[in-house]
């Protein structure tokens, strides 16, 4: 799983997902006590982008991920609610490579700060090939609205978006839901969330950082994610 989807080079927060990061199948168990078929939510492919010109026929396949996240800084648990990402990968010329598609998440109410909300956008990198120390990482930024904030205001921006790196969870082991289509479900933690003050909030700005805790380092915050992935051959 690994796209090169416009590097950027980052700072700060070890965030989702979101994803957010895909667990390769081969990776992939049935284990006891699967969720059944009824129990999916509705997976689109509309968003999964096209293989390169160059990509070795028959190689390429859309992923689409749907996820349910939470962030807690220090004690304080903001739900993210849920994510969608889908990116394409496969071989070009014999070599692994990825495109990624899209990043969707709908402004959420931000606990600790009445009538403000949170939206994850993307920030310019994924990669989402997993490894023995990762299961993927990805660049985001957080876009905060208030009516009494500014409309720039962020938690990352896009030229200095949150990196995300994320770990399996042990909590939640990667299953097969279903082979047909290629469905699975697992959950992936990042322990280590370093997350910035505020910017571009106007005078308001310190108020957020204060009822969030920010700046807040590494260590002191965790990033939730569980998720739905399934395969679609391109």
Same mark, same amino acid.
């Given at each position: 799983?690994?796209?090169?989807?416009?590097?950027?080079?980052?700072?700060?927060?070890?965030?989702?997902?979101?994803?957010?990061?895909?667990?390769?199948?081969?990776?992939?168990?049935?284990?006891?006590?699967?969720?059944?078929?009824?129990?999916?939510?509705? @997976?689109?492919?509309?968003?999964?982008?096209?293989?390169?010109?160059?990509?070795?026929? $028959?190689?390429?396949?859309?992923?689409? @991920? #749907?996820?349910?996240?939470?962030? /807690?800084?220090?004690?304080?648990?903001?739900?993210?609610?849920?994510?969608?990402?889908?990116?394409?990968?496969?071989?070009?010329?014999?070599?692994?490579?990825?495109? @990624?598609?899209? *990043?969707?998440?709908?402004?959420?109410?931000?606990? $600790?700060?009445?009538?403000?909300? #949170?939206?994850?956008?993307? $920030?310019?990198?994924?990669?989402?090939?997993?490894?023995?120390?990762?299961?993927?990482?990805?660049?985001?930024?957080?876009?905060?609205?208030?009516? *009494?904030?500014?409309?720039?205001?962020?938690?990352? /921006?896009?030229?200095?978006?949150?990196?995300? #790196?994320?770990?399996?969870?042990?909590?939640?082991?990667?299953?097969?839901?279903?082979?047909?289509?290629?469905?699975?479900?697992?959950?992936?933690?990042?322990?280590?969330?370093?997350?910035?003050?505020?910017? $571009?909030?106007?005078?308001?700005?310190? *108020?957020?950082?204060?009822? *969030?805790?920010?700046?807040?380092?590494?260590?002191?915050?965790? @990033?939730?994610?569980?998720?739905?992935?399934?395969?679609?051959?391109?």
């Amino acid at each position: 799983m690994s796209a090169p989807g416009g590097a950027s080079k980052l700072t700060g927060m070890k965030l989702l997902a979101l994803g957010v990061a895909a667990v390769a199948v081969a990776a992939l168990g049935v284990a006891p006590g699967t969720a059944s078929a009824d129990e999916l939510p509705a @997976f689109d492919f509309t968003d999964c982008p096209a293989p390169p010109a160059n990509a070795d026929p $028959g190689t390429w396949r859309c992923e689409a @991920f #749907i996820s349910q996240g939470k962030l /807690t800084i220090h004690d304080r648990e903001v739900p993210l609610g849920e994510m969608r990402l889908t990116f394409s990968e496969g071989k070009v010329n014999g070599q692994y490579a990825q495109v @990624f598609g899209t *990043l969707r998440h709908e402004p959420v109410r931000l606990p $600790g700060v009445p009538g403000a909300t #949170i939206q994850l956008r993307y $920030g310019g990198y994924s990669d989402f090939l997993s490894t023995a120390e990762r299961r993927g990482a990805l660049d985001v930024y957080a876009v905060v609205q208030h009516p *009494l904030l500014r409309k720039n205001c962020r938690i990352g /921006t896009p030229a200095e978006p949150l990196h995300t #790196i994320v770990h399996d969870d042990p909590a939640v082991p990667p299953r097969v839901i279903s082979d047909n289509p290629r469905t699975a479900y697992f959950g992936v933690v990042d322990p280590d969330v370093a997350l910035p003050a505020t910017t $571009g909030c106007g005078p308001l700005g310190k *108020l957020v950082d204060h009822r *969030l805790g920010l700046p807040s380092p590494a260590g002191e915050n965790t @990033f939730h994610q569980t998720t739905y992935v399934q395969y679609k051959p391109l």
